[in-house]
């Protein structure tokens, strides 16, 4: 629709209060608020699916929040209005065609908010957040989507739906029909005592709830976006409610400042030199380390050190390089981003002369890997993915330039060399060379595609992508073979973190701590090392400890990791630490607890069982883990002043 059109369309709507008074304008607007709000409670229903109501005072909580929140979304576009009537008084404009201008597209705005929430929440398991937020304003996010021209077009045409339908409700609105209805309505006082009365109710109900930790309420407090926390734990006390204090642990890591390593790394003099060569999947997950799949891969694991019961230090990319690189919990990923500081391992690397290089099929500032890992790394050596080129031909060029990069090198000089491969990325896509698993979706449209219904299809997808990645590895292995470059040179190979397919009711990653969102392969092949399957317990977190012992490192671990070192013959880990943007989680062989990382979070600690089912009772965990959260506490601040 043309500007022009769209004009006359728009003062053909509203040409019966063109020399409306100011009293009308705003009973026209009332009406419109009126209408949208009916509109968002459709727009909004759902998020009442994953609603509990077994329980009365949660119910009659998920239904206040219901009628409250959805006024509080029409709410948000007031502003834009109120200063459109500003203006239109100000200039003297006549009618309300001033108003139409600000009020359908704010309106439009926010109902395709408020629709793609839905969405989001429907694919992954979580709303629009602040980790959605950093994803849309930091550059190279959008484009790590990949959502394709389909994805694309549907969206702007479920947009201008929405615009035309506003449209609709604006011209409903100026209609006598709508000034009869709405004269039946209470009247507007009336409408704002409810309205008060259930925010009271639902404010009162929420903190209460908080202090006393009472489930059927906390747990679904975030069933709708953009949720105002309230935390009344004094006032509970005060009124003779015994506040729940001992399980609030808030592993708070955003005001610290960064003492990291504890003391510079220093190699054993005289020792070997043994160049690096790092390999990292996204969305690699543990199972597709199978002959069938990735047959190549499956084979170097056969020579190598293979570790099959791997877990990531994140489920999303950002919290399981941090915590692979740096060997710390997850979490710490803010404050070292905020401070600009390198891994440990790399800084000895480069300053002992290393020929440095690391290669992403995506791109280095998102995440922001430019700012944390490799932000010493010498210029010219972050080498970026094609834009215009899908993640598995990104990944095929990357590879060629790399092995060029190597054969180039000075061969007195060791190497490290890094790269990220975006095959298994969704969009999961492949050439068709590579499709072992047939059906398979054809066309990943986010905007339709029903991950219920089309799982199987979509991880046929994710299949063909792993065989993908499988091939450019092969390439990798058979040019260390040819080259006889094994005998000096240590390759580490593992995913970021892994990815769910509605196991645990969940599509991608980044939504809970389920073990296809986190389990990933590791395979370890350096000089003298004899090859065997570990099937103990590994983390992310030990890799840069067991690199270190690698590389005769004599600084002592404790200094610069909260790892171990996986070849020095200690005990098994017993758990594992695991982080997404909001929370970190303790994992053992019984309990996953989750604990958030900000005082702001309404859910407070979240405990389940090793397959995620929800535990009420929680103190036989604190009995058996008590000691190990204040360790995880004191772990969080041991690089830290």
């Given amino acids: 629709m043309s500007a022009l059109s769209e004009s006359v369309l728009v003062e053909d709507l509203v040409h019966r209060d063109v020399r409306a008074p100011s009293r009308t304008r705003c009973a026209l607007l009332r009406r419109f608020l009126l209408l949208n709000y009916v509109l968002m409670l459709v727009n909004s229903a759902r998020f009442l699916e994953r609603a509990h109501w077994g329980d009365a005072l949660g119910a009659s909580f998920v239904l206040t929040d219901f009628a409250l929140y959805p006024m509080g979304y029409v709410l948000v576009a007031l502003g834009p209005l109120l200063l459109a009537a500003w203006i239109h008084e100000r200039l003297g404009w006549r009618g309300a065609s001033a108003w139409a201008w600000v009020a359908v597209p704010a309106m439009s705005l926010v109902q395709f908010v408020v629709h793609c929430d ?132 808030v592993m708070d890591v955003g005001s610290r400042r960064i003492s990291y390593p504890r003391s510079p790394l220093e190699r054993a003099p005289g020792s070997p030199v043994r160049n690096v060569l790092w390999l990292v999947s996204e969305s690699w997950r543990a199972d597709m380390l199978d002959p069938e799949i990735m047959p190549a891969t499956s084979a170097f694991a056969v020579r190598s050190l293979d570790f099959r019961r791997h877990y990531s230090g994140g489920n999303g990319t950002r919290m399981g390089m941090f915590s692979m690189f740096y060997g710390l919990y997850g979490s710490s990923w803010f404050p070292f981003l905020a401070g600009n500081v390198p891994p440990a391992l790399l800084e000895l690397m480069r300053s002992e002369g290393w020929s440095m290089q690391a290669r992403t099929s995506a791109r280095f500032s998102f995440p922001e890997f430019d700012e944390t890992i490799f932000v010493n790394l010498p210029a010219g050596s972050l080498v970026e993915g094609d834009p215009d080129l899908a993640g598995w031909q990104n990944d095929r060029r990357n590879v060629g330039e790399l092995l060029d990069s190597i054969d180039a090198r000075d061969p007195d000089v060791p190497f490290f060399r890094f790269m990220f491969f975006e095959s298994p990325h969704a969009r999961y896509d492949f050439p068709e060379e590579c499709a072992i698993r047939r059906p398979y979706l054809e066309d990943m449209n986010y905007a339709t595609l029903d991950p219920e219904h089309d799982i199987d299809l979509i991880f046929a997808r994710y299949v063909n992508a792993c065989r993908h990645l499988d091939t450019q590895f092969a390439r990798i292995f058979e040019f260390l073979d040819e080259r006889g470059l094994l005998d000096d040179t240590i390759v580490v190979l593992t995913g970021d973190h892994g990815e769910e397919f509605m196991e645990n009711g969940r599509w991608g990653h980044h939504s809970d701590f389920g073990d296809a969102q986190i389990r990933v392969p590791f395979v370890l092949h350096a000089p003298g090392l004899a090859p065997r399957t570990v099937y103990d317990r590994s983390s992310h977190l030990d890799i840069v400890p067991t690199l270190a012992g690698l590389l005769s490192v004599v600084t002592p671990v404790e200094d610069h990791s909260l790892g171990r070192d996986l070849l020095d013959g200690g005990p098994p880990r017993t758990d594992c630490v695991v982080a997404d943007w909001d929370h970190l989680a303790l994992m053992t062989d019984r309990w996953k607890a989750v604990f958030p990382t900000r005082s702001s979070d309404t859910l407070g600690m979240q405990l389940f069982t090793a397959e995620l089912e929800p535990v009420d009772d929680p103190s036989p965990f604190w009995s058996e883990q008590r000691e190990r959260v204040t360790r995880m506490l004191a772990e969080l601040g041991r690089f830290s002043r």
């Fill in 118 to 249: 839905v969405r989001v929440v429907r694919m992954y398991g979580f709303h629009i957040n602040s980790f959605v937020w950093n994803l849309i304003t930091v550059p190279g996010g959008i484009e790590s989507m990949d959502a394709g021209d389909s994805t694309r077009v549907t969206m702007a045409l479920e947009g201008a739906a929405l615009l035309l339908l506003e449209i609709a409700l604006w011209r409903l609105a100026a209609s006598d029909v709508m000034a009869s209805v709405s004269r039946r309505l209470p009247r507007l006082r009336w409408i704002v005592a409810i309205f008060v009365l259930l925010l009271a109710f639902e404010r009162m109900t929420m903190g209460l709830s908080d202090a006393a930790d009472y489930r059927p309420v906390v747990t679904q407090a975030d069933l709708l976006p953009f949720r105002v926390p309230i935390r009344m734990h004094s006032f509970a006390e005060s009124i003779g409610l015994e506040a729940q204090h001992g399980d609030d642990v």
